[in-house]
């Protein structure tokens, strides 16, 4: 078992690993396929540290197709404490992170993630709102399916 375990580890390596972007303008994190929680759809966030520089956003996209999600000890904490049911933020410098979702509203964000400062639901806005900020000529990188890639290396 240990030997088969170390073979899918090797073979996981070759497709999951991702080399890491670094020093982007904008970072789409597509939290595709673990996204129909937002709870889950964080997990798509790992490259968003390393990856964006100063003054650049953070754009988590997630179909969010049964909310915020459920799960038994996050509920306890959310009605115990609520700050203590919320997400960790990537490691925050100066950077803005926008989720877009067709199925939440912008006050449904915050209690998973506080640190979002806008919710889109048509990705035109999201577009029209980073080339108010950052302007047209910049460095993108998106991770398609972000919740299932991770650092190479």
């Known amino acids: 078992m240990v030997e088969a375990h170390r073979a899918g580890v090797e073979f996981g390596k070759k497709v999951y690993a991702t080399p890491t972007p670094r020093n982007v303008d904008v970072l789409v994190a597509n939290a595709y396929p673990i996204d129909t929680e937002l709870i889950q759809a964080g997990k798509a966030l790992w490259a968003a540290k390393e990856a964006t520089r100063d003054g650049g956003k953070v754009v988590l996209v997630t179909?969010?197709?049964?909310?915020?999600?459920?799960?038994?000890?996050?509920?306890?904490q959310w009605?115990?404490?609520?700050?203590?049911?919320q997400q960790p933020a990537p490691e925050e410098r100066d950077r803005e992170m926008i989720v877009f979702s067709p199925n939440l509203g912008p006050s449904e964000v915050p209690k998973v993630f506080p640190q979002v400062t806008k919710v889109f639901n048509s990705?035109?806005?999201?577009?029209?709102?980073?080339?108010?900020?950052?302007?047209?000529?910049?460095?993108v990188a998106v991770l398609p399916c972000a919740s299932i890639q991770c650092p190479q290396g």
């Open 123 to 139: 990705w035109s806005r999201v577009v029209e709102d980073i080339r108010s900020a950052l302007g047209d000529s910049l460095k």
């Open 79 to 85: 009605r115990e404490a609520p700050e203590r049911g």
């Open 63 to 76: 179909a969010s197709s049964e909310g915020l999600g459920y799960h038994l000890l996050q509920a306890r």
